[in-house]
């Protein structure tokens, strides 16, 4: 993590009055270049906003809730949603992709109400009440947003589908198109509840805020309307302490945030109290415990802003850097390391193999539970019993398989569940097809078959699909991983596999047939051609579970009954192994859950 002399309080206050001049332009009708400068500050703003460490996250949120008359009730709510939504995206471990349409859908969600000469922004933070005509318009708005930011090409695509649902309710009582829950997506049920909070926790005319504690109390009786999950996120986002926020000390003390130790549970803080109306520094910085049942509150406006300044100036801008797209992400740990580097062992020491396993728990729980799977009439009692029943030799592709499927996963986007079903059905299949593939062990079929699979996690094409896309083999291979979802493989994902298969020391024979991009043309090796082989008919009738394609489609058949026949498997063999994959119970998404 780097850290720059910056004051993060400059940096945030200054992000914002640049967003706040391009919205302006656009919503006054200047539009004059303001839809490309509009476009490259949200970009500007995703940017930054991604490189901030949580901590960063935190403060700048503390200073952006804090009422500026400087700031208009649009820029307000967009930048504060956008703030939000970067922190979830952080905490939950969002992939870098999803969270930049996130945070480009909820700086331009709103945009929508001041288009059109409406300037409806302004009228709901005044309280007015809306014409027969404003109304009309208010219930599309999300609509004409949208239709704007289409035409100048100003956010993703997928950004703009969840602007078009920001306002849409589980109950179907939202609007525009009054949506049922399956009909929103994941993003546009966060976008929901956020929009929903900012709304609730803004200052209006004449009209008091809701409190933070007040609003996620609101939302968490919603159920019906807002998804309790994000509703879980968002209170772990914002009601934490951190510099610049208010917490009630006492009945009739409050203190201001200065500093906030995780570590120790400890926070410091000025003490104030309210007299006529007018906050009094009563009791100088002091250290306190934090107490788990704490609220925190957004600091009062009638706190003087040098008060407020002070006590976030001195955090400087802490940078981090994203490893969503990284494959060093995937590297094996230390621990995973050793542990592997001692069954490789000629003389495995089992007190050292033992200790070792005992510092991994969630690895050894997933051994457990992947071996009572494969073998349900036996009874491991523990990780290192479940690795003496395995075999040392025998267990170590076991272990790498299951550990990089997990980090896999690690990074959450739109499209993970369906693509973590598809692999988690295409490794079962590959550990039946084994039976057919005497040279090579099931959990080196699968982990061969892992490998192929891996580049999918990093495939940016797979953030412009959704659930429902259709799948057309007929310009692809059937017999490719990224097939899975109607693509094409490419150069990147070769190198993603064999990247991967030097970190995961997967043996000599796997890694030489990945070097050679699974050609069984220039190898004679009997490993090899099972090993892609087996992988081959796995995909093959992952195809046929999941796209219903049949197996004797032109596109599959021919690739089947050579599979089929090099794996001398009978047509019968070929009946039992469908039959077992319509016992793994894949269904195709239908709905966003």
């Known amino acids: 993590m780097a850290t720059q002399s910056t004051e993060l309080n400059l940096f945030i206050s200054k992000l914002r009055l640049q967003f706040q001049q391009v919205l302006n332009d656009i919503a006054s009708g200047n539009q004059r270049g303001a839809s490309q400068r509009f476009s ?52 939950q ?41 404003q109304q009309k318009y208010y219930y599309s708005y999300p609509l004409h947003g949208a239709s704007f930011l289409h035409k100048q090409q100003i956010i993703s ?18 609007y525009p198109k009054k949506r049922q829950a399956h009909q929103i997506s994941p993003g ?26 007040q609003s996620l109390s609101y939302l968490a009786r919603q159920s019906q309307r807002y998804c309790p999950t994000f509703c879980q996120n968002l209170a772990l986002a914002t009601d934490q302490a951190a510099p610049g926020m208010f917490t009630q000390l006492t009945q009739h003390k409050f203190g201001l945030i200065t500093s906030v130790d995780l570590s120790s549970q400890t926070m410091t803080a000025l003490t104030y109290t309210l007299v006529e109306n007018s906050w009094l520094l009563t009791a100088p910085e002091k250290s306190r415990d934090m107490a788990p049942d704490t609220h925190y509150q957004v600091c009062p ?102 550990a990089l499927r997990h980090q896999l996963s690690h990074y959450q986007f739109p499209l993970l569940n369906t693509l973590d079903q598809k692999v988690d059905t295409l490794l079962a299949i590959c550990h039946k097809i084994s039976e057919f593939t005497p040279h090579v062990l099931p959990s080196q079929l699968a982990m061969f078959a892992l490998l192929n ?5 990093f495939d940016p094409r797979l953030h412009q ?50 070097t050679l991009a699974n050609d069984l043309t220039k190898t004679n090796n009997r490993y090899h051609h099972e090993v892609v082989l087996g992988y081959q008919l796995a995909i093959m009738m992952c195809h046929q579970l999941y796209h219903q394609v049949p197996l004797e ?41």
């Open 40 to 91: 490259a500050q949200i970009v500007i703003i995703c940017e930054q906003l991604t490189t901030l460490s949580l901590a960063n996250k935190s403060i700048a949120l503390a200073l952006a809730l804090r009422s500026d008359n400087a700031i208009s009730p649009l820029t307000h709510h967009c930048f504060c949603c956008a703030l939000i939504i970067s922190k979830i995206g952080h905490q």
């Open 157 to 174: 695509k997928n950004a703009i589908v969840l602007v078009t649902q920001h306002q849409e309710l589980l109950d179907g009582s939202g």
């Open 301 to 402: 406006s009638n706190l003087s802003d040098q008060e407020f300044d002070a006590c976030i100036t001195e955090h400087q801008l802490e940078q981090r850097k994203d490893l969503s797209q990284s494959i060093g992400r995937l590297t094996p740990n230390i621990g995973l390391t050793k542990l592997l580097q001692a069954l490789d062992s000629e003389t495995p020491d089992k007190n050292d193999i033992a200790d070792l396993i005992s510092k991994l728990p969630d690895l050894g729980q997933r051994l457990l539970q992947h071996l009572s799977t494969q073998y349900p009439n036996r009874k491991f009692n523990h990780s290192f019993h479940a690795l003496q029943m395995a075999g040392f030799s025998q267990v170590r592709p076991v272990l790498s398989m299951l």
């Open 465 to 514: 699909l959704t659930a429902q896309s259709m799948i057309a083999l007929k310009d692809v291979s059937p017999t490719q991983s990224a097939s899975l979802f109607g693509l094409s493989s490419n150069n990147k994902q070769q190198q993603i596999i064999e990247t991967l298969a030097r970190l995961w020391q997967c043996g000599s024979n796997t890694q030489r047939i990945v």
């Open 453 to 457: 699979v891996a580049p999918l996690y």
């Open 188 to 213: 546009g049920k966060l976008l929901a509840i956020v929009n929903k909070f900012v709304e609730q926790i803004s200052p209006r005319e004449n009209r008091e805020p809701f409190s933070i504690a």
């Open 553 to 593: 489609q032109q596109s599959v058949k021919t690739h089947l009954t050579t599979t089929a026949r090099k794996l001398k498997m009978s047509a019968d063999s070929l009946a039992q192994l469908q039959h077992f994959g319509l016992e793994l119970a894949p269904f195709c998404e239908l709905s966003h859950t």
């Open 93 to 133: 471990q969002f992939h870098l992709q999803y969270i930049n349409d996130l945070v480009s859908a909820a700086l331009t969600m709103r945009l929508g109400l001041d288009l059109n000469n409406q300037q409806l922004s302004d009228v709901i933070y005044r309280r007015q009440k809306l014409t027969t005509a």
